[in-house]
């Protein structure tokens, strides 16, 4: 058994590679290839959507008779993922797209109503300035004003920046600070002034509180001192009354045996 894993063939001194009969492919040939889906379709047998992104085992083929620039349009074949039926798209190297060819229908993609415009524009444009020299002159001055517009918008963006980039960031904290504080002030001083307007509506029916002092604060202890030393003063003498009277009781028999 010979080795597989070798680099060089052996040819015999006889071989003539002329002589090797050759396979005809067709033009047309298809080739059967993995791909996503470039856009969201509608599938015009049974309405089922498929989504930019599936994926397909598809068929490509070169489109015979059209090309772009020199460069070969290719169409693709595969089937829906409900139905099953027949679905074909075609290459646009023109707008670097894909363009739907049969069974099916692109979904509505505004972006790319957007750049149609903006191409419909350009070419009507062109079409224009083509065989009018003036209206070709006003075109460009209307390009240049507007370019002279921007770069001043840019100019005036740049200045900004400048004297924001002038300001430090411990300045800037401070300016918020001062702006918190003059808030938080103003917001006390509302407050105060709503009480004011809800509880003194009708002052004349409030009494004032007048504000207590150490002086009153130490008379009127005093006066509890006071007070409460002639109370027990007073309960003393009431013990000695009762004791006297007690004793007299006991010793009544025995003084005045008569009575």
């Known amino acids: 058994m010979g080795e597989r894993k070798v680099l060089n063939k052996y040819y015999p001194p006889d071989f003539d590679p002329s002589k090797i009969p050759r396979r005809r ?6 080739i059967k290839v993995r791909m996503m889906l470039p856009m969201s379709i509608r599938c015009g047998t049974c309405g089922n959507y498929i989504y930019k992104g599936t ?16 460069i070969q349009i290719f169409r693709f074949y595969f089937k829906c993922t409900k139905c099953s039926a027949e679905l074909t798209i075609k290459t646009d190297p023109q707008n670097s797209d894909y363009v739907v060819e049969s069974g ?9 109503s957007e750049d149609e415009d903006a191409d419909k524009e ?27 517009d921007i770069l001043a918008a840019l100019d ?11 300001v430090s960031t411990d300045e800037m904290l401070e300016a918020l600070r001062r702006t918190t504080e003059v808030k938080e002030k103003e917001l006390e001083e509302e407050d105060e002034a709503l009480i004011k307007s809800v509880f003194l509506q009708d002052s004349d029916n409030f009494v004032r ?15 509890r001192l006071e007070s409460r030393e002639k109370n027990e003063h007073g309960l003393k003498e009431m013990v000695v009354v009762i004791a006297i009277q ?9 003084l ?3 009575l």
């Open 55 to 70: 994926k397909f085992n598809s068929r490509k083929e070169d489109v015979v008779g059209e090309t772009y620039l020199g």
């Open 104 to 112: 099916a229908s692109r979904n509505f993609e505004p972006w790319r």
């Open 256 to 258: 005045w045996p008569s």
């Open 25 to 30: 492919q067709p033009k047309n040939q298809q």
């Open 246 to 254: 007690q004793l007299g009781l006991h010793l009544r028999p025995y």
């Open 209 to 223: 509180r007048l504000e207590d002092d150490e002086d009153d604060y130490e008379s009127a202890y005093q006066k």
């Open 156 to 166: 005036e963006m740049k200045s900004m920046r400048a004297r924001q980039a002038t």
């Open 122 to 148: 350009k070419k009507k444009k062109e079409a224009e300035e083509m065989g009018d020299a003036m209206k070709s002159l006003e075109n460009r001055t209307i390009d240049s004003k507007r370019e002279m």
